[in-house]
């Protein structure tokens, strides 16, 4: 009985530890980048996005968010070190970065695409280069960046990049 009892014990204790390894490395398994700026001029750097955009015949991102933000570091990992969304983004699409410091920065740039507040971060605007916005519902379905998978992210920015 005791010798039952310290197997199951032993089954436990590798079990808990293979769960927390688990666990630990399924949280890491995204990139991350702080990218969100406090100190830039957001509306310039937005202009001159949308500009290259047009010059570009490309989709503009306009990601806001802010580097206390999990899910907006891992989007700007995402999109700046992993190899082929940064393929896909190239060719089709420029991306700006916009803090909103606590959702209190900045907003006027999200209200200039019809978005009246942030209410998570990431929020990413996609603005095709003729004005439009493309997905001013959806804007705001990002800020589960850090839980999304690398082929999820791919399939909407493919989505929107075929529109």
């Not at 503009?60 to 989007?75: F, K, P, Q």
């Not at 695409?113 to 916005?133: A, N, Q, R």
């Not at 493309?134 to 804007?139: E, G, I, M, P, Y």
């Amino acid at each position: 009985m005791k010798l039952l009892s310290l197997l199951l014990i032993a089954v436990l204790a590798v079990g808990c530890t293979s769960f927390a390894a688990t666990t630990i490395a399924s949280a890491a398994e995204h990139p991350e980048a702080r990218l969100f700026d406090e100190t830039r001029d957001a509306s310039a750097d937005v202009d001159a996005a949308l500009a290259q955009g047009i010059d570009e015949s490309k989709i503009t991102l306009v990601v806001m968010g802010a580097n206390w933000c999990h899910d907006s570091r891992a989007l700007a990992g995402w999109f700046t070190q992993d190899e082929d969304i940064m393929g896909l983004l190239d060719r089709n699409f420029v991306v700006t970065y916009v803090d909103v410091g606590q959702k209190n920065r900045n907003i006027d740039i999200a209200q200039r695409f019809g978005i009246e507040k942030i209410v998570g971060t990431p929020t990413m605007i996609m603005v095709d280069y003729d004005g439009t916005v493309l997905n001013k519902v959806t804007a705001v379905d990002w800020r589960n960046s850090a839980s999304r998978s690398k082929d999820d992210i791919i399939l909407e920015l493919e989505t929107v990049a075929l529109f």
